[in-house]
């Protein structure tokens, strides 16, 4: 490979055999990375996209066929060489058929590797991976980028790639400035669909009356003011991938008829009576519970049902604590950029103020807030330039300017704040229980089950279940954030 030597991951759970490795590629001037086990192996893969894969096939925890299934959701072009116990063909066999490019059994002669690994990285060069799996792999790419390097990011691009594929509906639920439409463009381009048109429609933007001429298109003189024949979003996508984002506020009468167009694959434009066949794949998103709609008739279940072939729940940024400062720096050099500033960067205490608060507004609130701070801000910003206001029980407040109000609704605003109380009184009554789950169930008057969605749904479950009792009395949980 031409430019910087090729980076080469070295998974082995025997540390003499990383080690031996290690020492030969790096005499024939790769860069080497390595891992002990499967989980440390897919992190690197996510954060430091090595070039080739060395898999041994043998390991406690996920084996090598679980960790090659994994890799391929996540990185479908890295190439990987799988390390087999000797004589062990049904190994090799499965490993093959699971995706790896070679294998090779121990013990194995040095040139036999290195002439293995020139193979594979030769076909690597411009041209050599196949075009749908460098999609695959430039969406993952431009995910990390765009939202993190923390571990739910991580899961989030192993399902995205896992459906890409696919050519299944999708719900994407997660609240709003979480990165709804980011994660549906990045289905569309790592799909067979990538080179066809991608038509989001944002459904709670329409008039209900313009709904359907506008989702299915309408004919010459359907009614006053159409003068010409029209195409429709579903038509416009044809080939393609429709996302209907805010799904939850299609009418009721339009949710029927698009359910009708799911089944039949036709569109009938307004006016009309003749059949127009399209092939269309649907993306929804929500940043409300569809299942709750649908038990409170405000939602079609069977559309629900007919949508429901696959669910991605984007988490929100206050569970992605390790992507707040990541995306605070990238927004601070592209404002920096913009503004043509030299900020340099943040204070300890910004950071702590940063990472501590909850972000009920998710990212699109964080770039906003990290623009107006570099604006304020001369060589450092500080906790004064971020302007995070705090709410009367101590936690923050979901409170938006001017600017902010445009994005979201009274009802978004109300309900933001309304789950910052939910967490924080969950948090206080946990913390007198000792993490007693049944006993702050009773005290709050909720089920148990009700009460251990909470915890997952606040990004809590983690600490009430590991923590042991003392710990509670003297830690409590993660703070508040």
């Known amino acids: 490979?031409?430019?910087?030597?090729?980076?080469?991951?070295?998974?082995?759970?025997?540390?003499?055999?990383?080690?031996?490795?290690?020492?030969?590629?790096?005499?024939?001037?790769?860069?080497?990375?390595?891992?002990?086990?499967?989980?440390?192996?897919?992190?690197?893969?996510?954060?430091?996209n090595p070039d080739l894969l060395l898999l041994d096939y043998k390991m406690p925890g996920m084996d090598g066929i679980e960790v090659l299934g994994r890799v391929k959701d996540l990185k479908p072009g890295l190439p990987v060489v799988m390390l087999t116990g000797y004589g062990n063909i049904a190994g090799a066999v499965k490993a093959m058929k699971s995706g790896a490019q070679d294998y090779l059994a121990k013990p194995f002669l040095s040139h036999e590797l290195i002439k293995v690994i020139q193979q594979i990285l030769k076909t690597q060069e411009p041209g050599g991976e196949s075009s749908s799996r460098s999609g695959q792999t430039a969406s993952a790419d431009y995910l990390r980028i765009m939202m993190g390097p923390s571990d739910p990011v991580f899961q989030l691009i192993c399902e995205i790639n896992r459906v890409a594929k696919s050519d299944f509906n999708v719900i994407i639920q997660g609240e709003t400035g979480s990165g709804k439409e980011l994660v549906a463009q990045a289905i569309h381009q790592s799909s067979p669909r990538a080179e066809a048109p991608f038509i989001p429609v944002d459904c709670g933007a329409i008039p209900e009356t313009l709904f359907e001429s506008e989702l299915f298109g309408y004919e010459k003189g359907a009614f006053t003011g159409a003068q010409n024949q029209q195409k429709g979003k579903y038509e416009t996508a044809c080939g393609g991938t429709l996302f209907l984002d805010e799904i939850s506020n299609m009418p009721l009468a339009s949710q029927a008829k698009l359910?009708?167009?799911?089944?039949?694959?036709?569109?009938?434009?307004?006016?009309?009576?003749?059949?127009?066949?399209?092939?269309v794949r649907v993306l929804v998103a929500s940043n409300q519970d569809l299942e709750e709609l649908a038990a409170k008739n405000l939602f079609r279940p069977?559309?629900?049902?007919?949508?429901?072939?696959?669910?991605?729940?984007?988490?929100?940024?206050?569970?992605?604590?390790?992507?707040?400062?990541?995306?605070?720096?990238?927004?601070?050099?592209?404002?920096?950029?913009?503004?043509k500033?030299?900020?340099?960067?943040?204070?300890?205490?910004?950071?702590?103020?940063?990472?501590?608060?909850?972000?009920?507004?998710?990212?699109?609130?964080?770039?906003?807030?990290?623009?107006?701070?570099?604006?304020?801000?001369?060589?450092?910003?500080?906790?004064?330039?971020?302007?995070?206001?705090?709410?009367?029980?101590?936690?923050?407040?979901?409170?938006?300017?001017?600017?902010?109000?445009?994005?979201?609704?009274?009802?978004?605003?109300?309900?933001?704040?309304?789950?910052?109380?939910?967490?924080?009184?969950?948090?206080?009554?946990?913390?007198?229980?000792?993490?007693?789950?049944?006993?702050?169930?009773?005290?709050?008057?909720?089920d148990y089950k009700t009460i251990q969605t909470k915890l997952k749904q606040f990004g809590l479950f983690e600490s009430v279940s590991y923590l042991t009792e003392k710990e509670w009395g003297k830690k409590g949980v993660e703070p508040i954030g």
């Open 1 to 48: 490979m031409q430019g910087s030597p090729a980076r080469i991951l070295i998974v082995d759970d025997e540390e003499d055999v990383r080690e031996v490795l290690s020492d030969l590629l790096t005499l024939e001037g790769y860069t080497c990375l390595t891992a002990h086990d499967g989980e440390t192996a897919l992190k690197i893969i996510f954060r430091q």
């Open 259 to 279: 359910l009708r167009v799911l089944q039949e694959k036709v569109v009938y434009r307004v006016g009309g009576h003749n059949p127009t066949e399209v092939d």
């Open 302 to 339: 069977d559309l629900l049902f007919r949508l429901d072939e696959f669910f991605i729940r984007i988490p929100p940024l206050r569970e992605r604590k390790e992507d707040i400062l990541y995306l605070a720096d990238r927004f601070l050099d592209l404002t920096n950029s913009e503004l």
């Open 341 to 446: 500033k030299e900020v340099k960067g943040f204070s300890e205490s910004a950071q702590e103020t940063l990472k501590d608060y909850q972000w009920p507004g998710n990212v699109r609130q964080l770039r906003s807030t990290i623009r107006r701070a570099v604006l304020l801000a001369d060589e450092l910003i500080e906790p004064n330039h971020l302007d995070i206001k705090k709410g009367a029980m101590g936690d923050t407040a979901f409170i938006p300017d001017l600017e902010g109000l445009r994005h979201y609704s009274l009802k978004e605003i109300v309900n933001q704040n309304v789950k910052a109380i939910e967490r924080e009184v969950l948090v206080q009554v946990l913390k007198s229980t000792n993490g007693n789950k049944a006993k702050a169930a009773r005290i709050l008057q909720i």
